[in-house]
């Protein structure tokens, strides 16, 4: 191999998939990387740092100085064919990511280049190239399962999620993009196990989980030479799985391309029922014992992550040395792509009509908008509008279900973090109560959800002149860790010094309170902000605060004597309904908080009245927690990652008490109508009837 020929190459795009061939090529002694580009620079720069590349620069011709013999192509599709042209034409042998291109027109214009230019142009089909599938593909050429019949692919994935702001990132702009990305892979396999592709039935759909990606569910059914192949493709199903069935005549293959493993049940003599037994002992015995050592192989780097993608480049590079034909022929690439350019079209123009709709849709002009309609306290606003006789336009994150069947209700969903969304929202509203923000999910979630929502909502308002915002803060935004019993705690308390310590809810609630205020100082924007207790009311019956729900078992930290700040749903309508009418309270903050007090254990007692079947209660003294908070803290710097305790997080779930209320009372004019111990009844006995009337149902 010493005396085989170098190749120097370059890379063009800086993404993940890109540290997977730098890897792979880095494996093989008669390669030497000697550039890659990305149009993001920095981006470029930052691999070529962490891999020892001398040059990073923005395209492939600036890398030309380099006179690299082979460039590999690791954009979005929609760039292969011109990058490729342009490889080409420096002289260079091109090696593209799937799909090749994004339509057959483009493909002929890159196996045309390569003919004019003498080089060679290979497609990595990289699931093609796994191990364990050529590794089933062995067993089928040997005849281990009979006569191949069928083949299933199973494949769910997700991408990265969006995290706001005009920018979507490429997987969710087009309606294609998940077919065109994991779609090619299905394709492929069935090619390779059954013959070329004769027919192809594309049909896809939106669950509705996200309103970004919108076609999220994929099944294809292609008819091949020599048998069918079935194709499910999800963005929703978990755990991920990447799953080959093979099946046969005499036997089925199941390839696990995850866990890389192969395994085979086959018809034995017998009785069937034995044979079945058999078979499914022997594939679950090889799993056992393949899976622990494909874990260690994993961790000691002898097994890489994405294997196809190392196969496929080292048979390229080894074909090139040869002069033999490549793995993966242009031409293959090509008659693929074919096949999915009108699913592909379909899909793009149903993404289209969808953004049309959801962006350009003329509404009518509305007094009213409420942010996060479908949650507790938006829709309990929402109801009260429509009660009053107003026009109200209402958002929702997703389509929603049970929105109420009312001429004056214009019902307009999309995300918050998209900016579009929230402009055609807001455009012709005269007041806005933003409610939405983000509860639940990862980091992106709450930083699309709470921070970009909000900053969003800000600009819009500002620009279409709406006469009022009303925000929805929260009481964590504040300093609960040093609240001493007995302080006051007014609209002058200090914010959390920490928020970083308090998870991503209090983050983005803080950010997003500072984004409004600053507003309000620097850009005039007629806002008020409130900041409601604990809010509760029929279908809203969780712990209280200062309480842990784990496992089904609610865990107050203490004796339960802590009192909490409870404010009825309705009663925080009121205020809020205040906040929108009084012009004199503009750029004040309001805390919502009823002055009746109930401590966490009459609470629970309460709840266990009309609700005895809830979750089971247990007080923890607080020294049990903080030790607990401090073995975290210890895991966590061992792992090197957050967890979901730590001390500072335990003094911080003590709930905030002893609040002043007489700001609300003075400038706004709000006085409970409703109170504690009523709405607790109104709450929980209304719950109890339910459940009694669910218990008849099921005898």
């Known amino acids: 191999?010493?005396?085989?020929?170098?190749?120097?190459?370059?890379?063009?795009?800086?993404?993940?998939?890109?540290?997977?061939?730098?890897?792979?090529?880095?494996?093989?002694?008669?390669?030497?990387?000697?550039?890659?580009?990305?149009?993001?620079?920095?981006?470029?720069?930052?691999?070529?740092?962490?891999?020892?590349?001398?040059?990073?620069?923005?395209?492939?011709?600036?890398?030309?100085?380099?006179q690299p013999d082979v460039v590999h192509v690791l954009t979005p599709p929609a760039f292969h064919a011109d990058i490729a042209i342009q490889a080409f034409e420096m002289g260079c042998h091109v090696f593209v990511e799937k799909p090749m291109a994004e339509s057959p027109a483009d493909c002929d214009r890159m196996i045309a280049a390569a003919q004019r230019a003498g080089r060679v142009l290979s497609v990595n089909h990289s699931a093609r190239m796994d191990p364990v599938v050529l590794q089933a593909l062995e067993l089928v050429q040997k005849g281990a399962i009979?006569?191949?019949?069928?083949?299933?692919?199973?494949?769910?994935?997700?991408?990265?999620?969006?995290?706001?702001?005009?920018?979507?990132?490429?997987?969710y702009r087009r309606g294609s993009y998940p077919f065109q990305d994991l779609g090619i892979h299905g394709l492929s396999l069935f090619e390779a196990f059954l013959g070329k592709i004769q027919?192809?039935?594309?049909?896809?759909?939106?669950?509705?989980?996200?309103?970004?990606?919108?076609?999220?569910?994929w099944r294809a059914l292609a008819q091949c030479e020599r048998g069918v192949g079935q194709m499910y493709l999800s963005w929703n199903v978990r755990p991920i799985q990447n799953e080959i069935f093979v099946h046969g005549t005499r036997g089925v293959i199941h390839v696990d391309c995850f866990l890389q493993t192969c395994t085979m049940k086959r018809t034995l003599p017998g009785p069937k029922f034995g044979s079945a037994v058999a078979g499914t002992l022997t594939s679950s015995l090889k799993t056992l014992w393949r899976v622990p050592i494909n874990v260690v192989r994993f961790a000691t780097g002898r097994l890489s992550g994405s294997p196809g993608i190392h196969v496929s480049i080292r048979r390229f590079y080894e074909a090139l040395i040869q002069g033999s034909p490549v793995p993966i022929l242009a031409e293959e690439g090509r008659r693929l792509i074919a096949f999915m350019e009108e699913p592909s079209r379909q899909a793009d123009e149903e993404k289209v009509h969808w953004r049309k709709v959801l962006v350009e849709t003329p509404l009518l002009p509305a007094r009213f908008l409420v942010t996060g309609a479908g949650g507790f306290l938006g829709r309990a606003l929402m109801q009260r509008l429509l009660q009053d006789g107003r026009i109200v336009r209402a958002h929702f994150r997703r389509p929603p279900l049970d929105a109420p069947a009312d001429p004056r209700l214009q019902v307009v969903y999309g995300d918050l973090g998209d900016p579009e969304v929230v402009d055609h929202l807001v455009k012709d509203v005269d007041i806005v109560f933003h409610v939405g923000a983000a509860t639940k999910g990862g980091a992106a979630d709450f930083e699309r959800g709470t921070i970009w929502g909000t900053r969003n909502v800000i600009d819009a308002c500002l620009r279409h002149k709406v006469s009022r915002l009303v925000y929805v803060s929260s009481m964590s935004v504040l300093d609960h860790a040093n609240h001493r019993e007995g302080q006051r705690v007014d609209e002058t308390w200090a914010y959390e010094p920490h928020p970083e310590k308090r998870g991503a809810y209090t983050q983005t609630k803080l950010e997003a309170e500072q984004l409004v205020l600053q507003a309000i100082r620097e850009r005039s924007l007629p806002a008020v902000i409130l900041r409601p207790g604990q809010i509760f009311?029929?279908?809203?019956?969780?712990?209280?605060?200062?309480?842990?729900?784990?496992?089904?078992?609610?865990?107050?930290?203490?004796?339960?004597?802590?009192?909490?700040?409870?404010?009825?749903?309705?009663?925080?309508?009121?205020?809020?309904?205040?906040?929108?009418?009084?012009?004199?309270?503009?750029?004040?903050?309001?805390?919502?908080?009823?002055?009746?007090?109930?401590?966490?254990?009459?609470?629970?007692?309460f709840r266990r009245q009309f609700m005895p079947d809830g979750p089971r209660v247990s007080y923890t003294p607080p020294w049990l927690l903080y030790s607990a908070g401090l073995l975290c803290e210890i895991l966590a710097r061992m792992l090197r990652r957050d967890l979901p305790l730590s001390r500072y997080r335990v003094r911080s779930i003590r709930p905030l008490s002893d609040f002043d209320t007489s700001a609300a009372k003075a400038h706004l004019g709000w006085i409970p109508e409703v109170g504690v111990r009523e709405g607790l009844a109104l709450t929980f006995r209304p719950a109890k009837a339910e459940a009694g009337v669910r218990a008849a149902g099921a005898h």
């Open 1 to 66: 191999m010493s005396e085989s020929p170098r190749f120097r190459v370059g890379l063009v795009g800086a993404g993940y998939v890109s540290t997977h061939h730098i890897r792979a090529l880095k494996s093989l002694d008669y390669v030497e990387i000697v550039a890659i580009a990305d149009v993001d620079l920095p981006r470029a720069q930052d691999v070529a740092a962490r891999f020892g590349i001398p040059l990073a620069v923005r395209t492939v011709v600036e890398m030309a100085s380099t």
């Open 146 to 171: 009979g006569t191949v019949m069928a083949v299933d692919f199973l494949r769910s994935s997700d991408y990265a999620p969006y995290r706001g702001g005009p920018d979507l990132p490429m997987p």
């Open 199 to 217: 027919h192809l039935e594309v049909r896809f759909t939106s669950s509705g989980l996200d309103a970004n990606l919108l076609l999220d569910e």
């Open 537 to 605: 009311g029929p279908g809203a019956t969780q712990a209280p605060s200062g309480v842990i729900g784990l496992a089904g078992r609610w865990l107050v930290v203490g004796d339960g004597s802590l009192s909490i700040p409870l404010v009825y749903v309705d009663d925080v309508v009121s205020a809020l309904l205040l906040a929108a009418a009084r012009p004199e309270v503009i750029g004040q903050i309001f805390h919502i908080v009823t002055p009746e007090t109930v401590s966490q254990r009459e609470y629970i007692n």
